[in-house]
């Protein structure tokens, strides 16, 4: 339908002549085409729809607020609605401040920039890197692709990429160590404090890390004790922590913040996505107090983009906040996500492609195995991941293709599930009913 005019984001990789599905139409968790045939989005956009698709409530904000102040800039202005938007995501998060963008991939840059930013302030300006994690991803403009860790998503970058150092993120399913979650003594994060050492903590501002996986690795869950390692290492040789939440930030994973299962604080967050419930593009870059009084102490920083704060975003994240809690959807987050977890480890007993589930709250990924004993992935060639997602339109589901090769970055397919916050239980079984049968159409096409 849109291939004429629109160049699609996987333009290198898709066939022009078979185009997406053509929606138009959507509520709650369903969405519908041109032709009227239902599906279900078990991904919730791009695990941004968070309220679910169709509310007036939100859509009568839109409207309230483009009639009243539809724009503004923040450089001739002080507008009440950016601070009031400003204070809400204090309250929800427990950062200090924040700085408002469109979207992930701009908060992120901005967390670069202050994170080197601060250390010039500290005058120790050679701290200045960012080391991140291999497989993961933080946004699609130059310095956030740089620092992402999936391959497949930075090909184009390989001749020129700013490389400023990667670890391996913890993928346990597959752990480089050889260690169970009994025996882990998170060597993966001790990686940190061996490539600090290594490189020198003087040229490094800050690490950063996705507390919990997104689309790359499909929701790669570390150990508890992870968080507080990394945040040792980072304290040890004075880096700042930098939590990406754009994915599974603003309630996705449970909690306000994902990093908070790991019981620690981040100096730096990136949010986006689930903020504005989907409904109009909102970002921002969060800190906290430590951050926030040196640049009260640094005075005049220079940042802004045109779109940043501008006042629809703010009303929708301020109202999509207030329905979250007036809604209690953390509770149902975490309530109807460790169900569907508990109902697809169960089908694993029936699925041989179904090896790993993991996650938090309604961010759940179903990695695919050839082999549950040895957790062995079907090979590339077998292309089991786009057979799954077949299945799924022709079960009428939606679902998120996990495509960051979870082993080494070589082999290993998987799916993310992340429906809307307000799903109940019975929209929740019919999910997981079309699921069964989706697994058993793609088992039927795969060798195994
Ligand atoms: C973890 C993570 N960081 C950053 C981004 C980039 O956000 P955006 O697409 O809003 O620029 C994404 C997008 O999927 C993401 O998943």
């Not at 309230?64 to 400003?86: G, H, N």
């Not at 490389?163 to 001790?190: L, S, W």
């Not at 919990?212 to 040789?237: H, L, M, N, Q, S």
């Not at 922590?241 to 306000?256: C, N, Q, W």
């Amino acid at each position: 339908m849109t291939k004429a005019y629109e160049l699609h984001p996987h333009v290198f990789l898709s066939d022009w002549n078979n185009p997406n599905i053509a929606l138009v139409k959507g509520k709650g968790m369903y969405q519908w085409d041109v032709n009227g045939n239902e599906y279900i989005d078990s991904c919730s956009g791009a695990v941004n729809v968070s309220l679910g698709y169709g509310r007036e409530d939100i859509a009568e904000v839109i409207r309230k607020q483009a009639v009243e102040l539809s724009y503004l800039t923040r450089f001739t202005s002080v507008p009440p609605i950016l601070d009031e938007c400003s204070q809400v995501l204090a309250d929800f998060t427990g950062m200090d401040r924040f700085f408002m963008t469109s979207g992930g991939s701009e908060a992120n840059e901005m967390a670069f920039r202050i994170a080197k930013a601060y250390w010039v302030g500290k005058g120790k300006p050679t701290k200045n890197k960012i080391m991140s994690r291999w497989l993961s991803y933080h946004g699609n403009t130059y310095l956030t692709a740089c620092a992402g860790g999936n391959l497949a998503r930075k090909n184009d970058l390989s001749a020129y990429a700013i490389d400023e150092g990667h670890i391996n993120a913890p993928t346990c399913y597959h752990c480089p160590y050889h260690k169970t979650c009994d025996t882990c003594n998170f060597e993966c994060a001790n990686e940190l404090e061996d490539a600090l050492i290594n490189k020198g903590p003087n040229n490094y501002a800050a690490f950063l890390m996705e507390p919990i996986g997104g689309t790359t690795t499909a929701a790669i869950t570390p150990p508890v004790g992870y968080f507080k390692r990394i945040r040792e290492i980072c304290d040890k040789y004075d880096l700042l922590l930098i939590s990406d939440e754009v994915l599974a930030g603003y309630g996705r994973a449970g909690k306000p913040l994902a990093i908070e299962w790991g019981e620690v604080q981040p100096d730096i967050v990136g949010i986006a996505k689930c903020m504005s419930g989907g409904y109009f593009p909102a970002g921002a870059v969060g800190v906290n107090k430590k951050v926030s009084d040196t640049f009260k102490e640094i005075g005049h920083y220079y940042a802004g983009f045109t779109w940043a704060g501008n006042p629809i975003a703010c009303a929708v994240t301020i109202e999509n906040t207030k329905i979250m809690q007036r809604e209690n959807m953390l509770e149902n987050v975490n309530k109807q996500g460790d169900y569907i977890q508990e109902q697809l480890k169960a089908m694993r007993d029936r699925h041989p492609i179904i090896g790993d589930v993991r996650g938090r709250g309604l961010l759940i990924g179903v990695e695919f195995v050839k082999d549950h004993a040895t957790h062995t992935c079907l090979p590339n060639e077998e292309m089991a991941l786009a057979k799954v997602m077949q299945a799924g339109y022709k079960n009428g589901v939606i679902l998120e293709a996990a495509s960051g090769k979870m082993n080494k970055g070589l082999e290993g397919e998987a799916i993310i599930l992340a429906p809307y916050f307000g799903i109940t239980r019975a929209e929740t079984d019919i999910l997981l009913e079309r699921l069964d049968k989706i697994f058993t159409d793609a088992e039927k096409q795969i060798k195994f």
